[in-house]
């Protein structure tokens, strides 16, 4: 059984940063795919940038693209996002996932493709 548990959250002024933690335990390997998405009130949830375990391969959302940055600790199996030049608008639930199945550019960021989700951290930007 794999489980997610997220942490690092918390409130920012616009313009500042926050790291994102994911502990991940259970059966996970390098084969596995992982991803963060949020989630804002009213809102659909949708992918915020996506890694292959195994390859280090990376995806992110437009609107994150040079500001966010996926990692990953493979000896403490844990996923990272560094979170910079946080606006307003990235105000969410932050929501950490993983699948056994590969992904790529045209299927990373489907939320109904990962098995294995976390209980979400709360990232609130002020202005």
């Known amino acids: 059984q794999v489980q997610l548990v997220e942490s690092g959250g918390g409130s920012v002024q616009a313009g500042g940063s926050l790291r994102l933690s994911c502990a991940a335990s259970?059966?996970?390997?390098?084969?596995?795919?992982m991803g963060w998405f949020r989630q804002a009130p009213g809102k659909e949830r949708e992918g915020v940038a996506g890694i292959d375990t195994g390859d280090g391969r990376t995806y992110y959302a437009d609107s994150v693209t040079g500001r966010f940055t996926i990692s990953q600790d493979n000896a403490r199996n844990t996923l990272y996002l560094q979170m910079n030049s946080l606006k307003v608008e990235d105000t969410a639930m932050y929501y950490c996932?993983?699948?056994?199945?590969?992904?790529?550019?045209?299927?990373?960021?489907?939320?109904?493709?990962?098995?294995?989700w976390g209980q979400g951290t709360q990232v609130t930007v002020s202005s």
């Open positions: 259970g059966y996970i390997d390098s084969g596995y795919f």
């Open positions: 996932a993983a699948d056994p199945v590969s992904k790529y550019s045209m299927s990373w960021f489907r939320v109904p493709d990962y098995n294995h």
